[in-house]
């Protein structure tokens, strides 16, 4: 869907109707910063703004809810992309450099999205080996349920011998 630019009324129109998410005209008025243009303004304005394929409408009884069709979001990467476009000729440094941009961030701009990437699945990879092999370790170290069952049964076994010979040893003492 193509976005079309607003005037700043129809812009401020929509802030309050994104802000609201939903709204009908009572509500719209009840949210309109001061100084409140006329409801009939408004109206005109919403009018425009479904013309635009900014709004669309749910028809409740006689009256109507307008809706989003465009989210916040889209329109702000769209007014982005004019600003970068119209001032700055797609020059990203530009911008930064009129924003003041620190240089370190601009540094870690020119690092190429896959050098980025690249960099982060690397210590993410060493990461894991890393916690593999501990946990490798660990159950290397670890007995299974059934060789622990078997070595508890060994050891009691073996206890009970010694406890034969001790007493044996102390019946052939007496």
């Known amino acids: 869907m193509k976005i079309l630019s607003l005037t700043s009324s129809e812009e401020q129109l929509m802030?309050?109707?994104w802000n609201l998410e939903a709204a009908f005209m009572k509500d719209i008025m009840t949210a309109y910063p001061e100084p409140k243009p006329h409801q009939n303004t408004v109206?005109?304005?919403?009018k425009i703004l479904v013309e635009k394929n900014y709004?669309?409408?749910?028809k409740k009884g006689r009256i109507f809810k307008y809706i989003p069709k465009i989210n916040f979001e889209d329109y702000r990467k769209f007014q982005l992309e004019n600003l970068l476009?119209?001032?700055y000729h797609n020059d990203v440094d530009l911008l930064l450099k009129d924003l003041k941009v620190p240089?370190?961030?601009?540094?870690?701009?020119?690092?190429?999205i896959a050098e980025i990437i690249e960099e982060t699945?690397?210590?993410?990879?060493?990461a894991l080996q890393k916690d593999i092999e501990i946990l490798d370790a660990q159950v290397l170290t670890l007995d299974?349920?059934?060789?622990k069952s078997g070595k508890k049964k060994k050891d009691k076994k073996e206890k009970e011998k010694k406890e034969k010979k001790k007493?044996?040893?102390k019946k052939s003492d007496s």
């Open 85 to 87: 476009e119209i001032f």
């Open 103 to 112: 240089e370190k961030a601009i540094e870690i701009e020119e690092k190429s």
């Open 55 to 58: 709004l669309k409408i749910e």
């Open 144 to 147: 299974t349920p059934s060789e």
């Open 15 to 17: 802030l309050v109707i």
């Open 43 to 46: 109206s005109t304005f919403l």
């Open 167 to 169: 007493n044996n040893h």
């Open 121 to 126: 699945t690397q210590s993410n990879d060493e």
